[in-house]
């Protein structure tokens, strides 16, 4: 099928990308770092490290996945190289499904082997209690990358002005990795005249609303998966069962496909 040939050559151009490989290299310096040092950050145990290793996989994988995929159809639609592809039996939803699959592709293999040597350093450091696990844990952050990625391939495929589509992928991972719970908490004080105690006894829709956050839903699956105390509101008791781990899942491929399906929708009709 013409999208793996695509995706086939987007894999070879990133593999070729020097950018790629340091970016990369730091996460896995950063994972593995924090397999090392965990010990002298908080308990040794495997669960303990876990939690540390999530916050640094948290914040690292949506930058990675942002970067991947904020410029992939933008660049080859301003340096004409999209003609070309066109101009073989390739289609633009091809295109779009190649570049999504090659993107992927360099996001999720380095990532893994990181996260693969990290866990390997934390079991043999801080032993194996937990570690069964370990990978729901891997699965869900990829799931958790593969979402950010596919904001910013919608996100390539909307404008073709660098300056708007790199305000909004900066944009999305402030909101979706550090300021949705801020907005969460403030548009509830607001609906509820400035009563703080609202914050204290969250009304059922309110946790759906909170867990929207790519980061709250992260969380979710961890939660799931380990029992971190991470999300300890979505499993108290009496928690509504939409916000349960399943709710998580759906929630990220919502934000993976909905910029994706709005993006190609103005990218269909656009002139190239």
């Known amino acids: 099928m013409s999208w793996r040939v695509v995706a086939r050559k987007d894999v070879r151009d990133a593999a070729r990308s020097k950018t790629i490989w340091v970016l990369f290299g730091l996460l896995s310096l950063l994972s593995v770092g924090y397999a090392a040092v965990h010990s002298y950050l908080g308990p040794a145990e495997f669960p303990a490290f876990l939690g540390g290793l999530a916050d640094v996989v948290g914040a690292v994988v949506p930058i990675l996945a942002l970067l991947l995929g904020y410029k992939s159809i933008v660049d080859d639609r301003t340096d004409g190289s999209m003609f070309l592809t066109l101009s073989f039996p390739h289609s633009r939803s091809d295109l779009i499904a190649g570049t999504l699959v090659g993107r992927a592709v360099v996001l999720l293999a380095p990532t893994l082997v990181a996260l693969a040597a990290a866990g390997a350093v934390g079991a043999v450091r801080y032993g194996t209690d937990g570690a069964a696990l370990y990978p729901l844990f891997v699965a869900a952050t ?39 719970g801020g907005l969460h908490s403030f548009a509830l004080l607001f609906l509820h005249r400035f009563d703080g105690a609202v914050l204290a006894d969250l009304p059922d829709w309110a946790l759906l609303f909170r867990l929207a956050g790519p980061g709250e839903s992260y969380d979710r699956l961890l939660a799931a998966a380990f029992d971190l105390g991470r999300a300890g509101r979505y499993v108290a008791d009496g928690a509504p069962v939409y916000v349960d781990w399943w709710a998580a899942v759906v929630l990220l491929l919502a934000w993976f496909a909905v910029p994706l399906a709005a993006g190609y929708r103005r990218f269909r009709s656009t002139d190239l």
């Open 142 to 180: 990829a799931l958790y990358g593969v979402a950010f990625l596919g904001v910013a391939v919608g996100l390539s495929m909307w404008t073709t002005v660098d300056r708007w589509i790199t305000l909004g992928a900066f944009g999305v991972y402030m909101l979706g990795v550090n300021l949705w």
